[in-house]
């Protein structure tokens, strides 16, 4: 491939495109789909406590939004704090809290999404009435998910590893896509006997009367 500054375009507005993607793909799921809504939701880590769950979206349009959840145990009352010993790669909740964090917060809910990896997270808090949530890193939208009433928001935190590679899948995605329109549009621009560049008439001239082009 010949990087002349036409394909050099093409390659700016795949890239451009692919993070539009990988953003709005990640948004949608975030829209439409419910983390906890029964069949969409599958328990893929459970630790009795429950310490930590992961919940991967096995199902629908965007079927790979991941939700990790903390929550501190009360036996007898007794607050607990356990271990949270698993929990994906992303989660900033996969360390035990601190017993301040114990205290202050009942339950952490991450809601990452995107497409092929999560690649953006929302942060949800709430005290122990999981009655008011507070969201970080999302933009809060109307509505709840799941019987605890977790908010439903846009997130906003990127994922470094799974946002670079979701991007790269839907730059090349683009790529190609743009790549088969531009090909089509100066093959039928050749058939018609116009300048590839600017469209003009061409007619038989080997130079474009128009814009200068020489082909
Ligand atoms: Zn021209």
Redesign the pocket.
């Known amino acids: 491939m010949r990087c002349n500054p036409h394909s050099r375009k093409l390659i700016v507005w795949a890239v451009v495109g692919g993070a539009v993607l990988t953003v709005g793909v990640a948004w949608w799921s975030g829209f439409y789909e419910d983390c906890f809504n029964g069949t969409a939701c599958r328990i893929v880590t459970s630790m009795s406590g429950p310490a930590w769950q992961g919940a991967l979206v096995a199902n629908g349009v965007m079927a790979n939004g991941v939700l990790s959840f903390a929550i501190e145990a009360e036996p007898s009352n007794v607050k607990v704090a356990q271990s949270i010993v698993e929990g994906p790669a992303w989660s900033r909740i996969r360390t035990k809290p601190t017993r301040e964090q114990v205290d202050s917060f009942h339950a952490l809910f991450e809601d990452a999404r995107g497409w092929p990896l999560p690649a953006l997270m929302a942060l949800h808090s709430s005290d122990t009435t999981f009655a008011v949530w507070e969201t970080d890193w999302g933009f809060s939208l109307v509505g709840y998910q799941g019987n605890y009433r977790v908010p439903r928001a846009l997130p906003l935190r990127p994922i470094i590893g799974g946002f670079l590679v979701d991007w790269t899948v839907f730059a090349v995605v683009s790529y190609l896509v743009l790549y088969r329109i531009s090909h089509a549009r100066r093959n039928a621009l050749i058939w018609r006997k116009r ?1 590839v ?4 008439p ?1 007619g038989t001239s080997a130079v ?1 009367s ?4 020489d082909r």
Request: glycine letters at 18%.
């Open positions: 300048c560049v600017c469209g003009y061409r474009c128009e814009c200068g082009a």
